[in-house]
């Protein structure tokens, strides 16, 4: 049996995995093109704009031979910042690439639900023993 996970680096650490992709800085984040913020990876729009990032379908091979030479259950765990569009969208897609090679799969979303986090910038530092 092969476990896909995605998962937010934003709402906690990586579930156990037997390999895990953190995806934040490899492939540009989605949810900033006009019209997807509020979808998510299961949506065939992000889907889709997942795709079309150069890097992504090379990803999805290695991570296919990977789950097709495995012995024995396998999780892989794919992250992004919030969990909501490209790790999601990427778990999809691999799901259904396995699937179609008739693979058992199970597949867990685990933050897709959760709202998105918004970061902002630290608060400014200023040296101690110092007032003005």
Do not use: W
């Not at 995806?23 to 913020?37: C, H, N, Q, S």
């Not at 729009?45 to 296919?64: E, H, S, W, Y």
């Amino acid at each position: 049996m092969i476990y896909l996970v995605s998962f937010g680096h934003l709402h906690g650490p990586p579930p156990q995995a037997d390999r895990v992709e953190d995806v934040r800085r490899r492939f540009r984040d989605p949810a900033r093109a006009a019209g997807i913020l509020d979808l998510d990876g299961f949506h065939p729009d992000v889907q889709t704009i997942v795709m079309d990032t150069p890097g992504v379908g090379t990803l999805l091979d290695n991570l296919a031979e990977y789950c097709l030479n495995a012995t024995g259950d396998v999780t892989v765990a794919i992250g992004c910042a919030g969990g909501r569009h490209r790790a999601a969208a990427l778990v999809e897609i691999l799901g259904k690439r396995l699937e179609d090679l008739e693979i058992d799969v199970d597949v867990d979303h685990r933050d897709v639900h959760l709202p998105r986090v918004l970061t902002s910038s630290p608060p400014h530092h200023r040296p101690h023993g110092r007032t003005r």
